[in-house]
């Protein structure tokens, strides 16, 4: 293997490289890694799969490309003889390196940091990468011989485990700045780097020789150099198709664990409160909305622990989910409670009487964990032979449950108006100062983009309420009770506080945000109260007048226009900018445009749902632009939600500021930091 024969017939055979296909050897090698790097990231996280599938796909990926890697570069080497390959030792040459490549992870993904690790993982991976190679070799069929160099085999043995070590060992230190795509470019590199200086040392290493007189004219240079062409467009696919398939399985993957872990019960697999309330999106109205409440589970918790509980519910949930029929739609709204909604009138009658069933169940003494328990409960039901929205149904049969008359003993309780008087506008006004309190309150952020550059002009700050009983409250639902109990002042001066809050800190993080808009309800615009909270609030916080925008609707204006020219021309004095929202949807009475000196129009988004398709929609939308511009207003469109509108936009001379989820939806705080980062990447 080492040796050549001591015979004097001995040629030696030169080859030579085709410039192009080492360069795709390399990019295939690239493409890999970074690959295998992207999917690595999930080891790190914790997600819905095990590690394990994580690690398998890194693995693979590498591990394929390693393998398409080296054909390529032995396609890239071309001698004026036939290669073929041996079909059971080529495929059997993957092997090592997907099994190097998922220890070589496993080791350089171990919570033990130390150098160690990093020195066995990269043994493995050089171990692997030269495994395979020589394997592919073997694998060769030609009418020649060869020898290796020794030297220079150990050499390339020596160069894949050094070069693979200090890959793995600068993508350990670099592993948390992997969401910035340079520094992944960057590691990734350096794997490709390993891989195919490994390939092209250990070609060094080899000698091709033919003996004796007859194959003189394989080294004279009359033979002509050759590649085989089928090898290379084999192993160039599956290099190129297995990366691909990887990559898409690995991001439907993420988005599918997304997706469970957000809105499924890890313990029932039941989808859980936020599946209830998108699932309201589409489909708002029912017929039958039940809730299944087992009471005092906190008692248990503190008696018997978590894993007591735990069981106590899977039990309880398997017992529910054997009595309901197959079709019943059922949620995990809370810990301790099962929503059960039908949206037929046949069903819900039926529903009723196994929820009967269910009660007479629960009735006897469970056995969990070799411990014996009666458990307290009661079901709520909300029926209605109309079909009414979900949110009121599920409110009424909170009200059941929320009524001092109400017991827990194992009993359907349907809702009644007259005995459960609960409202859940009383609630919602009831349970604001604890929102604000507990954070269940918090604010998201919509980017407004200037179209011509598409760069960020300025955010508005929308209010969101995630409330322990009834989940996502919109604000369309809460704003006007609040501002029907005169809770909308307290509620608005929290939310200065929260966005003058976040403004400080991204001036510190030197984020560009620009301007938040804030909007300020009804008459509140004229109350001195808001001049004093803006006046208190911005000192607090360091923020400067030109840092905000105040966002008035028509109801601010139409009631007492001469106070609302006032207020607004002495905000506008200190430094605000002033933005009349949600323009065209009330009377719209554009006299008083030319007369308050707002800065800002935002046109509502009812005006660009039919752009560009109909005409009559286009030509109004151009003609408010065109009159808003002619009073020298920046203007604002609401709601551009597709590539057409924006596209229709893009086409006018002077180009309003969009916002809408075409750029993006309402962000949270942490969420618009990485849309800004994404934004600069794609830029750069
Ligand atoms: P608005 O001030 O006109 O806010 C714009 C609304 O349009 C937001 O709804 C936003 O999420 C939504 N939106 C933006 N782009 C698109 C799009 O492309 N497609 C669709 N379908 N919708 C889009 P949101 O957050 O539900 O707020 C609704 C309204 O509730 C707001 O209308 C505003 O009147 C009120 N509101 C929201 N937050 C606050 C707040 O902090 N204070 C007060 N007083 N009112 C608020
Ligand atoms: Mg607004
Ligand atoms: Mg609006």
Redesign the pocket.
Same mark, same amino acid.
Do not use: F, H, M, W
């Given at each position: 293997m080492f040796e050549l024969p001591a015979s004097a017939d001995i040629h030696i055979i030169e080859g030579e490289y085709s410039a192009p296909l080492v360069l795709l050897s390399f990019v295939i090698a690239f493409c890999a890694s970074y690959t295998a790097l992207f999917i690595n990231r999930r080891i790190q996280g914790n997600g819905f799969f095990h590690k394990n599938i994580w690690l398998v796909l890194a693995s693979l990926a590498m591990g394929l490309g390693v393998w398409s890697m080296h054909f390529i570069g032995m396609s890239a080497f071309e001698l004026p003889i036939n290669m073929e390959y041996h079909i059971g030792i080529t495929v059997l040459s993957m092997v090592p390196a997907i099994i190097a490549s998922y220890l070589a992870f496993y080791f350089a993904n171990s919570k033990n940091k130390k150098l160690f690790s990093y020195i066995v993982a990269g043994i493995f991976m050089g171990l692997g990468i030269s495994l395979m190679h020589y394997l592919g070799m073997a694998a060769m069929k030609i009418d020649a011989y060869y020898v290796y160099k020794p030297i220079i085999f150990t050499v390339s043995i020596l160069i894949a485990i050094a070069a693979s070590f200090a890959a793995l060992y600068i993508f350990s230190v670099v592993k948390n700045f992997m969401d910035r795509i340079f520094v992944k470019v960057v590691a990734a590199l350096l794997l490709a780097i390993a891989i195919t200086s490994m390939h092209y040392t250990g070609m060094q290493a080899i000698q091709f020789y033919v003996i004796g007189e007859s194959a003189l004219h394989l080294v004279d240079g009359t033979e002509p150099h050759s590649m085989n062409i089928m090898f290379l467009i084999i192993f160039v696919t599956v290099g190129i198709s297995s990366l691909f398939i990887l990559a898409f399985l690995t991001s439907r993957l993420d988005k599918y664990v997304e997706y469970r872990l957000q809105n499924f019960d890890g313990l029932t697999q039941l989808p859980n409160q936020k599946q209830f309330a998108d699932d309201q999106k589409s489909d708002k109205d029912t017929h039958l909305v039940a809730i299944i409440h087992i009471h005092n589970l906190e008692k248990y918790n503190s008696s018997y622990g978590y894993y007591f509980v735990d069981e106590m519910i899977k039990t309880i949930y398997e017992l529910i989910d054997r009595l309901l029929p197959e079709s019943t739609k059922m949620y995990r709204t809370e810990a301790n409670r099962f929503t059960i909604v039908s949206s037929t009138m046949e069903q819900s009658q039926h529903l009723h009487v196994l929820l009967e069933r269910v009660c007479a169940v629960l009735m006897h003494p469970l056995v969990i964990d070799e411990r014996t328990i009666t458990v307290d409960m009661v079901c709520a039901v909300s029926k209605s032979t109309v079909k009414q929205p979900i949110q009121e149904l599920f409110s009424n049969a909170i009200a059941v449950l929320q009524a001092p008359i109400t017991e827990f003993k194992h009993e359907v309780i349907e809702f009644n108006p007259d005995i459960h008087t609960f409202n859940f506008e009383n609630q919602l006004s009831l349970d604001i100062y604890t929102a604000m309190k507990n954070d269940d309150l918090f604010?998201?952020y919509?980017p407004k983009v200037d179209p011509n550059h598409d760069s960020l002009v300025g955010l508005?700050?929308?209010?969101?309420w995630n409330h322990p009983v009834f989940g996502m409250v919109?604000?369309?639902i809460f704003?006007p009770v609040l501002e029907e109990t005169k809770k909308?002042s307290d509620? $608005?001066d929290w939310?200065i506080e929260k966005v003058c809050e976040q403004i400080d800190q991204w001036d510190k993080l030197n984020i560009p945000f620009q301007q938040v808009s804030?909007?300020?309800?009804g008459l509140y615009i004229t109350s001195p109260r808001l001049s004093d909270t803006l006046k208190l609030i911005l000192l607090k916080y360091h923020v400067k007048p030109d840092q905000l925008e105040l966002?008035i $609707?028509e109801t601010s204006v139409i009631h007492d226009i001469q106070s609302a020219i006032l207020a607004v021309s002495k905000f506008r004095k200190k430094g605000f900018s002033v933005a009349l929202?949600?323009f065209g949807t009330g009377l719209s009475s554009l006299s008083y445009l030319k007369e308050i000196p707002i800065s800002t129009i935002?046109i509502?988004?009812s005006f660009v749902d039919g752009v560009p398709e109909s005409i009559k929609d286009a030509a109004i939308l151009k003609s408010i632009i065109t009159l808003c511009y002619s009073l020298d207003l920046n203007v604002v469109i609401?709601?551009?939600?597709t590539e057409p509108q924006l596209e229709f936009i893009q086409k006018m001379d002077k180009k309003p500021i969009v916002?809408?989820?075409?750029y993006s939806?309402?962000l949270t705080a942490e969420e618009f930091r990485e849309w800004m980062n994404g934004q600069l990447v794609e830029k750069k």
């Open positions: 604010l998201v919509q508005e700050a929308l209010i969101r919109s604000p369309g704003i909308i509620v $608005t939310i804030i909007n300020i309800p966002e $609707t929202d949600d935002k509502d988004k609401e709601g551009v939600e916002q809408g989820y075409y939806k309402p």
